[in-house]
T-cell receptor
Framework: GAVVSQHPSWVICKSGTSVKIECRSL??????MFWYRQFPKQSLMLMAT?????????EQGVEKDKFLINHASLTLSTLTVTSAHPEDSSFYIC???????????FGPGTRLTVT | AQSVAQPEDQVNVAEGNPLTVKCTYS??????LFWYVQYPNRGLQFLLK??????LVKGSYGFEAEFNKSQTSFHLKKPSALVSDSALYFC???????????FGKGTRLHILP
């Protein structure tokens, strides 16, 4: 099946710094990628949807200047958490979809801890 | 807007017994329906989907789900539970006109040996 990777799998950063998370589709071209955030024992909350070469569409309540998303190629999307704060600590999961009707394939997630 | 409800936070089943994890949905158009499983500190693994066709959908690891349009349900089932099935299960729905999948809050499945 299709494989999506994320890097890093976990990261610890200091408050005020920025951190970049990569999401790659390894064996297919992803026209659309999604970024989710998951708090402990809670469901996945969609943060934004990005199409290759276009600006990301952010969900209501998600600060686009804080969570920068770039989808520069059909196999790579990045999420940059700028000026991170402890409340940004969470599990971030990306997913990728090859075409409009296909299922989404999920990455293994990145656990971000901001100290 | 579409929504998904998983009424049970947790389901306990003895190993070898059949299991059911419930899901109901609400969409304005025809739904795409999905089940995913998540193991601790891991991403989501796709189990099965319904887009069109037979109401009974078979998926990975012996799981199946039945689409019931009149009851707007898509319950996940397995005839004989394994301890290794213990995990967090998410039902998800996508309106075929929309680009995004909305997840239920998840149901934690405990299979008791």
């Amino acid at each position: 099946g299709a494989v999506v990777s994320q890097h890093p799998s976990w990261v610890i950063c200091k408050s005020g710094t920025s951190v970049k998370i990569e999401c790659r589709s390894l064996d297919f071209q992803a026209t659309t990628m999604f970024w989710y955030r998951q708090f402990p024992k809670q469901s996945l909350m969609l943060m934004a949807t990005s199409n290759e070469g276009s600006k990301a569409t952010y969900e209501q309540g998600v600060e686009k200047d804080k969570f920068l998303i770039n989808h520069a190629s059909l196999t790579l999307s990045t999420l940059t958490v700028t000026s991170a704060h402890p409340e940004d600590s969470s599990f971030y999961i990306c997913s990728a979809r090859a075409n409009g009707q296909g299922e989404q394939y999920f990455g293994p997630g990145t656990r971000l801890t901001v100290t | 807007a579409q929504s998904v409800a998983q009424p049970e936070d947790q389901v306990n089943v003895a190993e070898g017994n059949p299991l059911t994890v419930k899901c109901t949905y609400s969409v304005s158009g025809n739904p795409y329906l999905f089940w995913y499983v998540q193991y601790p500190n891991r991403g989501l693994q796709f189990l099965l989907k319904y887009i069109t066709g037979d109401n009974l959908v078979k998926g990975s690891y012996g799981f199946e789900a039945e689409f019931n349009k009149s009851q707007t349900s898509f319950h996940l089932k397995k005839p004989s539970a394994l301890v290794s099935d213990s995990a967090l299960y998410f039902c998800a729905v996508r309106d075929f006109r929309d680009d995004k999948i909305i997840f239920g809050k998840g149901t934690r499945l405990h299979i008791l040996p």
